[in-house]
């Protein structure tokens, strides 16, 4: 009986990564690829001649992690603005690292918010409870 014959490529290039008959088991080694939007496409080409077609599409993240605070994309800007900028690795997957594997940032308005209206709550209660003795 014949089978499928299973095409890989990687991005748009001219010629397969993978040539095998069907089915197919490989592993795809994204660190091979530039960090960024890649296309994974896969063809199909039975006994007979008959193609199908199958596309991809996934982004590589290997290299560090850019945090970026303080700016937006496509955001209109007007001064001086303060940006913090942090990037980390994923390290060692076989050891865990304490430091530099956290984001810094800043801490968000309702948390303030929420710290505050709960203080404020507190106070006024404590104020209530000590001039009813």
Excluded at 27 to 54: C, F, M, N, W
Excluded at 61 to 75: C, D, L, T, Y
Aim: aromatic fraction near 10%; charge should be negative.
């Amino acid at each position: 009986m014949d089978k499928s014959t299973i095409y890989v490529f990687i991005d748009e290039a001219p010629n397969p990564v993978l040539e095998l008959e069907a089915p197919v088991n490989f592993e795809l080694d994204t660190h091979k690829l530039a960090d960024g939007e890649h296309l994974l496409k896969i063809v199909s080409r039975d006994p007979s001649g008959k193609e199908g077609i199958r596309k991809i599409p996934f982004v590589v993240r290997n290299g560090p992690a850019i945090a970026v605070e303080g700016i937006r994309e496509h955001e209109v800007v007007d001064g001086v603005l303060p940006v913090m900028i942090h990037a980390y690795g994923k390290g060692d997957s076989r050891s865990f690292l304490i430091e530099g594997s956290e984001t810094p940032q800043s801490i968000p308005l309702w948390i303030w918010v929420l710290i505050i209206t709960f203080a404020a709550w507190t106070l006024y209660y404590l104020i209530r409870y000590l001039s009813m003795n």
